[in-house]
């Protein structure tokens, strides 16, 4: 019988193999740029102007794509693809073994195939050309028709596409959080499925805490861990909530960012509905799977007994019964 950790280190392989060679591959992406710059018409150090220099940056996009689509590449987002399924086969397996009468429901591998045919668009042509060469092509189109410095437009290239102490390349940056957002998108939207199907209230919020943590998803792993429905309303507007602050381990109140009204970090119009699925926001590694009632009672009795003579309980009760 698979358990719920055997699906966490699944979807943690997958999103580890899949960007370990991006570095490599914009590194890559760099070398061959420098290359075609040196065909440019400068006149004192700064680029010219002209139709030939425009022609140029056509054929360094058409490069990129070459370069970044390469036959391992391919291969990688192959891989990534299987995990999908791999995911599914231990989600049911998992589920299957606490409810041995659950049956998984069609809408389950219909879930699979668009989220499956969604990743490897981002991750290949579509999504590659709109994020990754359309943005390169910008730099350099914007740079030659303002007639910029051949030297300032290396240092840009180069801080764009490379990984550094302060922040990850350009490619880095789109194949982590397509990847980590569509593996565990999927994930969260087949627990909330089985959550539905076996009427759960109860819920636990896990995965594995990384220096990065959002604070909202600090408190939930530290002082939650489990949680009723009723309360999710509270939980987006950070009621209550404190985390331990990884710079200088204080315990703080968990931020609410104001543009949004949610704890920072969360997807702009998160509610009480969407947020079994979207969870902390783009790029959360974090799981919220349904437990029984009985497992709250016998693992977290504070957290039940809080609960349970709770006004917003009570309510929720009231009305769903």
Known sequence: ???????????????????????????????????????????????????????????????????????????EVKQFAQAFKDVSFLQQEYWQGIESKWKPRSILKEIRTQAIGDTVAKLTDAGIGVNIADNIAGILQTNITAGGSYKALENQLRESLTDTQRSDGLLTRYAK????????????????????????????????????????????????????????????????????????????????????????GMIDGTDPANFFIRAGGYQCGHVIRGVSEFLVKTQSPETYNRVINSAKYKAWKKVNG
Not at 8 to 37: C, G, H, V, Y
Not at 186 to 191: E, F, L
Not at 201 to 212: D, L, N, P
Request: hydrophobic share 35%.
């Open 1 to 75: 019988m698979a358990t719920f950790n055997n699906i966490l280190t699944r979807i943690d392989e997958a999103i580890t193999r899949f960007n370990k060679k991006i570095p490599a591959s914009q590194q890559s992406m760099l070398d061959s740029i420098n290359e075609e710059l040196r065909r440019l018409d400068l006149r004192d150090g700064n680029i010219k102007a002209t139709v030939a220099n425009l022609k140029i940056v056509a054929s360094i996009k058409n490069k990129l794509m070459k370069l970044i689509l390469t036959d391992d590449y391919m291969d």
């Open 177 to 264: 959080q397509i990847s980590t957002d569509s593996i565990n998108t999927y994930s969260r939207n087949y627990n909330q499925i089985v959550a539905s199907d076996l009427g759960y209230e109860w819920f636990a919020y896990q995965g594995s805490e990384i220096k990065t943590s959002r604070p909202f998803c600090q408190s939930m792993v530290e002082e939650r861990r489990y949680f009723h429905i009723s309360e999710v309303p509270d939980l987006l507007a950070a009621k209550d909530m404190y985390y331990t602050d990884n710079i200088d381990g204080k315990r703080k109140k968990v931020p609410i960012y104001d543009k949004t009204g949610l704890p920072q």
